[in-house]
């Protein structure tokens, strides 16, 4: 299991160079300080995904 919408909204969802979110700015007309909560939500995402890989390979 690789990808998903987590690896597309972080593909997206980077810095601007004013510091805005530039996947908000795009998708939705909306100015939002980076790192947006769609962000936060991917990066938690990948995080716990990589956790259960390393606890799945002490076992
Ligand atoms: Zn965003």
Not at 30 to 52: E, G, K
Request: net charge positive; glycine share 10%; charged share 20%.
């Amino acid at each position: 299991m690789s990808g998903g919408p987590e690896r597309m909204i972080l593909s997206i969802h980077v810095q601007g160079l004013d510091g805005m979110c530039v996947g908000c700015r795009v998708w939705w007309s909306r100015l939002t300080p980076y790192p947006c909560w769609q962000v936060d939500w991917a990066t938690s995402r990948q995080a716990r995904a990589s956790v259960a890989r390393f606890l799945e390979g002490v076992r």
